[in-house]
């Protein structure tokens, strides 16, 4: 853990608190006028952010998934009792993308790949979309834990 202190313009305090937070896991900002009353002296405890959690093997990720024909079926099923312009709730892209994740993993051993790893790679990116979350090197691993966690509590 360690301390913080910046002198800035006090317009700037907000922006400067919000990208240290970003930055590090901090405490309040504590502000206190410099001397001069000028400027602002933001003081923040911080500590580095722990390290993330490795991502699951697909193996371990999808060891309780049910089989890829069941889950093709069920995927189809879902898109197609909605109309057109309902938006379709998380758990249907999440498993949408662990199943085009599973198809591409089976495939890897084809020629062929580019299309399910591609098709795989872009249902990901929906998923990190719809959940907000900071893009990561390989999409496909966000799935991964993703649904590791979600299965986990079915």
């Not at 109309?83 to 084809?110: C, G």
Request: with cysteine; hydrophobic share 40%.
């Amino acid at each position: 853990m360690f301390e913080i202190r910046i002198i800035c313009d006090p317009a700037d305090a907000d922006r400067v608190s919000a990208a240290l937070t970003a930055a590090f896991t901090t405490g309040p900002a504590r502000q206190h006028p410099t001397r001069d009353g000028q400027r602002t002296r933001l003081y923040l405890t911080a500590d580095h952010r722990p390290e993330p959690e490795p991502f699951p093997t697909p193996e371990e990720a999808y060891a309780l998934a049910p089989s890829i024909i069941s889950e093709i079926g069920w995927t189809a099923r879902t898109a197609a009792d909605r109309p057109f312009y309902d938006r379709l709730n998380r758990e249907f892209w999440l498993r949408k993308a662990a199943l085009l994740d599973r198809i591409a993993l089976s495939d890897e051993t084809d020629s062929d790949t580019s299309d399910a790893a591609d098709l795989a790679t872009r249902a990901a990116h929906r998923l990190i979309e719809l959940d907000d979350a900071a893009t990561i090197s390989d999409p496909r691993h966000y799935v991964r834990q993703q649904y590791a966690a979600w299965a986990k509590h079915q």
